[in-house]
């Protein structure tokens, strides 16, 4: 248990910081000074010919003042605060030297490696929003929402002149994909993509997918579209394309006045929900 070792470790000194720097930080800046003060005067007389006995009584005077405060005026609070801390190193250096702390920190060259293709379970892994046929403009992510049985993850994103937006699906499923890149730059994790319409620039826009994770419903100008993976509105799992392709508009749906900015399936009914930028919503029940 690393972790809780090194908390241990760093308990004693955030107290000792909160006991100096908080509640007697007057008292702490007082006696510095004034042992500096002192120890400056005492070097000054040390340097003068002929008087080594008043040096010396002047650097044992803030030792003095130091033992007399601590010792008598705060006896009882400095032998809990040292009590304390004594005991705190204690339990760190018991835990730090706990079995399987090394291979806890450093694991073991024994160990076997990965399979070919998988990655550990908590891995990261970074993706970067690139569409095909758009090589040399970077894209910023807006909106990003997780499919429902975690299979994948639907991203809104603008190009870096915020002339252009996309909608994007990138799967992360354990294994590397064998499907072939769409553009050099694009990640092997994205499996569909489609251009929204360009309104409304500067706002973000939110889409949703349905609660079985089949529709995608998204912001389109003053409506929403619905999309998905095929045209039967098959699972992802079902409809991994073979190389990155284009989402299928289902529906389109116009009924505001004003930008469409944020969109919402409801998780128990066959309705949708959207809101424009005047403050309207808007609720559906699709039929198919």
């Not at 007389?45 to 002929?50: K, Q, R, T």
């Amino acid at each position: 248990r690393p972790d809780i070792a090194l908390l241990w470790f760093l308990i004693p000194f955030k107290a000792a910081k909160h006991l100096i720097c908080d509640q007697y930080r007057w008292l702490t800046i007082k006696l510095f000074s004034a042992l500096l003060l002192l120890a400056i005067l005492g070097l000054f007389l040390y340097s003068m010919p002929g008087r080594p006995d008043i040096a010396l009584l002047w650097f044992l005077i803030p030792f003095k003042a130091a033992k007399h405060l601590i010792c008598d005026q705060y006896r009882w609070l400095t032998i809990k605060i040292v009590s304390v801390l004594l005991l705190l190193a204690i339990l760190g250096l018991f835990l730090y030297n706990m079995p399987g702390y090394m291979e806890t920190i450093r694991p073991s060259p024994l160990l076997p490696p990965p399979p070919s293709g998988l990655s550990p379970r908590n891995s990261l892994e970074v993706l970067t929003p690139e569409i095909p046929g758009e090589r040399d403009r970077g894209n910023c992510i807006t909106s990003l929402q997780l499919h429902p049985k975690g299979w994948a993850a639907l991203i809104r994103c603008s190009s870096n002149m915020d002339d252009q937006e996309w909608t994007c699906v990138y799967e992360f499923q354990e294994g590397a994909p064998s499907r072939p890149l769409a553009s050099p730059r694009c990640s092997l994790r994205l499996t569909h993509y489609i251009e929204e319409a360009n309104v409304g620039r500067g706002y973000i826009k939110e889409l949703c997918f349905s609660p079985d994770g089949r529709l995608i419903c998204s912001p389109y100008g003053y409506g929403v579209r619905l999309l998905a993976f095929d045209e039967s509105c098959g699972e992802l799992s079902d409809c991994l394309p073979v190389q990155t392709s284009v989402l299928r508009e289902i529906r389109s749906l116009y009924s505001h006045s004003d930008v469409v900015l944020t969109t919402k399936f409801s998780p128990t009914h066959c309705q949708l929900a959207s809101g424009c930028l005047s403050g309207r919503v808007a609720l559906y029940q699709p039929k198919f």
